[in-house]
């Protein structure tokens, strides 16, 4: 079942037709060559991120209301459909796979879907998003299951204002969290920061400061209006990226890098250091014309755009024809013709995206 914008799918009908025919004819004919999912712009997508669970023991501001309402389980991908789903898209070419949530460490068996996901054959790269809340006790864990990089949310270094920011988070779990993540070897650390003015954007040299003294790296991200906030209006409280490299310069040498992770990040090296600072800015600088990924939400939807609600119901394809994987594969082939070219976000007006990120995976 395809659900998106009505009149973008019949203006574009014959061109997909034609479209999916290519890109299905090059999966399924030409069998030698690497398949690839690439849609109607060209864009090949081969990084897939996974939220496996809406639930969270944090209730972030920015990201969920505070009497959050969880997906029954029945309606939330099993571990064994996940894994299926990673394996079907690896075939079709991507790369890189990043769980995330919700916060993905709270859910039950994460290490052996970790374990069997970093395995699939073709995978580059297994990478995590977490709050770090879990870390100091599956930081070792994580190493063995194959994650190769992790990047942990902290916003604030001021143990009370992230009590603010979280509503149930303790700062010192996740610093012991992130200092074990070190421990047991995991390189190219990120931190990731959404800045809101007036709760933390003061501190932003402190937190830049914070990674050079821990030789890890960090992203400042730019709020997006994604479900109904009570805590802050998103317009008054949006601190664009320009305004943070104001605040930086004159503590920080900050050279431009053409780097790129593979996500949306902007970097600078800071001078004489390991640290390098990204920014995400979603509204300031739009990245989407090189967006290279999708993202299967915790109820199996693949999402084709964080920003619009363009989507296929892969659960619903899973469930009602087990072990059919070539109608999966057809899918998520077709999917790739309504991936919009961009997003629609709009700080200044109330969220036109009624889900939050911990659905659908940030
Ligand atoms: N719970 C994990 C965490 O916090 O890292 C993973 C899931 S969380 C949804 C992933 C990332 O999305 C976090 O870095 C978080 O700060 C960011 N995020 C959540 N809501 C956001 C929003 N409305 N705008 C921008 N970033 C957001
Ligand atoms: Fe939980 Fe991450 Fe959302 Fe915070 S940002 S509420 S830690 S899912």
Redesign the pocket.
């Known amino acids: 079942m395809l659900l998106g914008d009505r009149n973008c799918l019949l203006l574009c009908c014959s061109y997909c037709v034609t479209m999916s025919t290519r890109i299905y004819d090059c999966f399924m004919t030409e069998p030698s060559q690497p398949a690839q999912l690439i849609d109607r712009f060209g864009r090949t997508v081969d990084y897939l991120r996974i ?1 496996i669970t809406d639930r ?1 023991d ?1 209730r ?1 501001v ?2 969920m209301a505070e009497d959050m309402v969880f997906l029954p389980r029945a309606q939330v991908l099993s571990l064994e459909e996940i894994y299926t789903l990673a394996q079907v898209f690896v075939e079709l070419g991507v790369k890189k796979i990043r769980i ?5 460490l709270v859910r039950k068996g994460v290490l052996a879907l970790l374990q069997n996901i970093g395995q699939l054959a073709g995978l580059d790269e297994l990478v995590l ?4 809340s879990q870390l100091e006790n599956m930081a070792a864990g994580l190493k063995e299951a194959g994650v190769k990089r992790i ?3 902290l ?1 604030t270094l001021d143990a009370d204002k992230f009590k603010v920011i979280t509503r149930t988070g303790d700062l010192h779990q996740v610093i012991r969290g992130i200092h074990a993540a070190k421990s047991v070897g995991f390189k190219r650390i990120k931190i ?3 800045i809101l003015k007036n709760r933390n954007h003061l501190e932003v040299t402190d937190l830049v400061q914070f990674a050079i003294d821990n030789g890890i790296d960090i992203s400042f ?7 109904v ?1 009570s805590q802050h209006d998103r317009s008054e409280a949006y601190y664009a990226s320009d305004l943070i490299k104001a605040d930086l310069y004159p503590h920080f040498t900050l050279i431009q890098s053409l780097e790129k992770t593979g996500g949306p990040s902007n970097y600078f090296h800071v001078a004489g250091t390991q640290t390098r600072i990204g920014f995400i800015s979603p509204h300031s600088e739009n990245f989407c014309s090189s967006c290279n990924r999708v993202r299967l939400t915790v109820e199996g939807r693949l999402l084709l755009c964080l920003g619009n609600e363009h989507s296929v119901d892969l659960k619903q394809q899973l469930r009602a024809n087990p072990g059919n994987m070539a109608l999966l594969r057809q899918a998520i082939v077709d999917a790739m013709l309504i991936k919009p070219e961009k997003h629609e976000f709009n700080i200044h007006e109330q969220p036109v995206i009624l889900r ?3 659905m ?3």
């Open positions: 939220s969270c944090f972030c920015y990201c995330t949530g919700g916060e993905p998003t977490t709050n770090g990047n942990i949310s916003d990731n920061a959404v991200i730019e709020e997006m209006p994604l479900g906030v939050y990120m911990n659908t995976g940030g």
